[in-house]
């Protein structure tokens, strides 16, 4: 039999669409011809994988080799198919019996000695393999991320060798498996008991925590609003099995080996990150900070210093939960449900209203600063809070504050009550329901359309303050909102009432 067909995983965002790799063997002059829209990386897999089967002994066919990767119309690229392409050599050849691939799928690339190297996106593929019921053969460094799904049933080696001789029933791989999770207990990063004062701007973080809402933070320089962000991971719950999959399989994408702790994600990109290194792009589109983002914490610090036109792309995912990447061979969807958390200065100097005679910006000047950040993004964080500058007795003798764990608690303690309610956190509640578990008495309603024509909310901001309210109604165990929830969500508008 001249002909071989194995099976593998294309890579496209997080999606691992299946690619038939079939081997054709024909009488003719010796060569190898790839065909099925490869890349540079697989079009040079033949000198690779020739190499490769030569230096493990290995006869190579001396006849005209066509290697069809399909669908021919799918892009692929990398070394992954490497495994493939070999091994259906060797079949196509005799060296391997055709039964034996069938159920299975190969990811891997080879070096010149045969040995298999790692490859990105393995977990995906897993995923994947694992739903459509077959094996999945990967190189040893890929094990443990490969290992990861439940059902998957995952065999890993080092050389080409190994995976030939378990094929050929001489020497069987052993099942992969993965490391044993660590006990999660309570977060071991930095303590919010840390920062000292700050009270309003420690509620404030402990509501964002509890509902999951985003947070931006205003106050001169050294005020605390780094120190604040870096505490927020450690408030909120570990992730869920499905959750950490996710987050694992996006940092598969890109290389980085499995976690195998649970606790949220943390980026802070620099500002002077690019929209392609914020949000992903590229010719092969690669996930940015938001999606590596995604299911934990984004800080942006020194918001203003962005590029405006690399803000403004984060407002539909804000939204959405997601951001869609077109090109013109390809579309590819990236999760992005993040918690934003930023923190900017009152003005270019910074020193705006610190108590001191310092800041030296025109009104003018303050306006063009705040200006950097649109209407519409503003409108898309829910709170909005003063971080002053604290005198120097509160530093030297002020007592601290209340530690994560403690805070954490009723964190928790919230999102229960949100879990039990309606399934979901505050944040993400339509306005369908939130008109349902966020409903006002007629003064509340009174009160807050007077705050809408002072402050000229739009609807959107309506809504966000609702939500705020029933998360702070969460943290008091409180069933319905009342008069002292409505006004402290109204509080954290400071950008909404605070003139230029």
Same mark, same amino acid.
């Given at each position: 039999?001249?002909?071989?067909?194995?099976?593998?995983?294309?890579?496209?965002? %997080?999606?691992?669409?299946?690619?038939?790799?079939?081997?054709?063997?024909?009488?003719?002059?010796?060569?190898?011809? #790839?065909?099925?829209?490869?890349?540079?990386?697989?079009?040079?897999?033949?000198?690779?994988?020739?190499?490769?089967?030569?230096?493990?002994?290995?006869?190579?066919? !001396?006849? &005209?080799?066509?290697?069809?990767?399909?669908?021919?119309?799918?892009?692929?690229?990398?070394?992954?198919?490497?495994?493939? #392409?070999?091994?259906?050599?060797?079949?196509?050849?005799?060296?391997?019996?055709?039964?034996?691939?069938?159920?299975?799928?190969?990811?891997?690339?080879?070096?010149?000695?045969?040995?298999?190297?790692?490859?990105?996106?393995?977990?995906?593929?897993?995923?994947?393999?694992?739903?459509?019921?077959?094996? /999945?053969?990967?190189?040893? *460094?890929?094990?443990?991320? +490969?290992?990861?799904?439940?059902?998957?049933?995952?065999?890993? =080696?080092?050389?080409?060798?190994?995976?030939?001789?378990?094929?050929?029933?001489? @020497?069987?791989?052993?099942?992969?498996?993965?490391?044993?999770?660590?006990?999660?207990?309570?977060?071991?990063?930095?303590?919010?008991?840390?920062?000292?004062?700050?009270?309003?701007?420690?509620? +404030?973080?402990?509501?964002? *925590?509890?509902?999951?809402?985003?947070?931006?933070?205003?106050?001169?320089?050294?005020?605390?609003?780094?120190?604040?962000?870096?505490?927020?991971?450690?408030?909120?719950?570990?992730?869920?099995?499905?959750?950490?999959?996710?987050?694992?399989?996006?940092?598969?994408?890109?290389? @980085?080996?499995?976690?195998?702790?649970?606790?949220?994600?943390?980026?802070?990109?620099?500002?002077?990150?690019?929209?392609? *290194?914020?949000?992903?792009?590229?010719?092969?589109?690669?996930?940015?900070?938001?999606?590596?983002?995604?299911?934990?914490?984004?800080?942006?610090?020194?918001?203003?210093?962005?590029? $405006?036109?690399?803000?403004?792309?984060?407002?539909?995912?804000?939204?959405?939960?997601?951001?869609?990447?077109?090109?013109?061979?390809?579309?590819?969807?990236?999760?992005? $449900?993040? @918690?934003?958390?930023?923190?900017?200065?009152?003005?270019?100097?910074?020193?705006? =209203?610190?108590?001191?005679?310092?800041?030296?910006?025109?009104?003018?000047?303050?306006?063009?600063?705040?200006?950097? #950040?649109?209407?519409?993004? %503003?409108?898309?964080?829910?709170?909005?809070?003063?971080?002053?500058?604290?005198?120097?007795?509160? /530093?030297?003798?002020?007592?601290?504050?209340?530690?994560?764990?403690?805070?954490?608690?009723?964190?928790?303690?919230?999102?229960?009550? !949100?879990?039990?309610?309606?399934?979901?956190?505050?944040?993400?509640?339509?306005? +369908? @329901?939130?008109?349902?578990?966020?409903?006002?008495?007629?003064?509340?309603?009174?009160?807050?359309?007077?705050?809408?024509?002072?402050?000229?909310?739009?609807?959107?901001?309506?809504?966000?303050?609702?939500?705020?309210?029933?998360?702070?109604?969460?943290?008091?165990?409180?069933? +319905?909102?009342?008069?002292? &929830?409505?006004?402290?969500?109204?509080?954290?508008?400071? /950008?909404?009432?605070?003139?230029?």
């Amino acid at each position: 039999m001249s002909l071989a067909i194995v099976r593998t995983r294309a890579q496209l965002g %997080l999606d691992a669409p299946p690619v038939t790799v079939e081997v054709h063997l024909s009488p003719g002059l010796p060569g190898l011809a #790839i065909v099925g829209l490869p890349d540079t990386a697989v079009r040079e897999s033949k000198d690779r994988v020739r190499s490769a089967l030569m230096n493990s002994g290995f006869e190579f066919p !001396q006849r &005209h080799i066509t290697i069809n990767l399909a669908p021919a119309d799918l892009p692929k690229d990398g070394g992954r198919f490497d495994l493939a #392409i070999a091994l259906g050599i060797l079949a196509a050849n005799g060296q391997i019996p055709l039964e034996a691939l069938q159920g299975s799928e190969f990811l891997g690339e080879l070096a010149l000695s045969g040995e298999l190297r790692a490859v990105t996106g393995v977990l995906p593929a897993s995923l994947a393999a694992s739903r459509a019921g077959r094996r /999945l053969f990967v190189p040893e *460094a890929n094990a443990g991320e +490969a290992a990861r799904p439940v059902n998957a049933e995952v065999y890993a =080696g080092d050389h080409l060798l190994a995976v030939y001789a378990h094929l050929n029933d001489r @020497q069987q791989l052993p099942r992969a498996t993965v490391a044993t999770a660590p006990e999660q207990g309570a977060p071991s990063g930095p303590d919010l008991a840390d920062v000292k004062g700050q009270h309003q701007a420690r509620r +404030a973080l402990e509501i964002a *925590a509890a509902g999951g809402h985003s947070i931006l933070m205003l106050g001169p320089p050294g005020t605390g609003k780094t120190l604040l962000a870096s505490r927020l991971p450690g408030l909120l719950p570990p992730l869920d099995e499905d959750k950490a999959l996710e987050v694992a399989a996006v940092r598969s994408l890109l290389g @980085q080996r499995d976690e195998a702790d649970r606790q949220p994600p943390f980026r802070a990109p620099h500002h002077t990150a690019s929209g392609v *290194a914020l949000v992903g792009g590229g010719s092969q589109p690669r996930p940015g900070e938001i999606t590596l983002a995604h299911h934990g914490v984004l800080f942006l610090d020194e918001l203003p210093e962005f590029d $405006r036109r690399v803000l403004e792309v984060l407002r539909e995912p804000l939204e959405s939960g997601h951001v869609m990447i077109s090109r013109a061979a390809n579309q590819v969807r990236f999760p992005a $449900r993040f @918690q934003l958390v930023a923190a900017m200065n009152p003005c270019p100097c910074g020193y705006l =209203g610190d108590g001191t005679a310092r800041c030296r910006c025109s009104a003018d000047q303050v306006a063009r600063y705040r200006g950097r #950040i649109s209407g519409p993004l %503003l409108d898309r964080i829910d709170l909005h809070v003063e971080v002053p500058a604290l005198p120097a007795e509160v /530093l030297h003798r002020g007592a601290p504050g209340e530690s994560t764990a403690q805070v954490r608690e009723r964190v928790l303690a919230a999102r229960r009550r !949100q879990a039990a309610r309606q399934g979901c956190l505050n944040q993400e509640l339509a306005p +369908a @329901q939130v008109a349902d578990h966020a409903a006002l008495s007629r003064e509340n309603a009174d009160l807050l359309e007077q705050a809408m024509r002072r402050l000229r909310l739009s609807a959107r901001a309506y809504h966000r303050v609702l939500r705020v309210a029933r998360t702070i109604a969460d943290l008091d165990g409180s069933v +319905a909102l009342a008069d002292q &929830h409505l006004h402290e969500a109204l509080a954290y508008r400071v /950008l909404d009432r605070m003139p230029a």
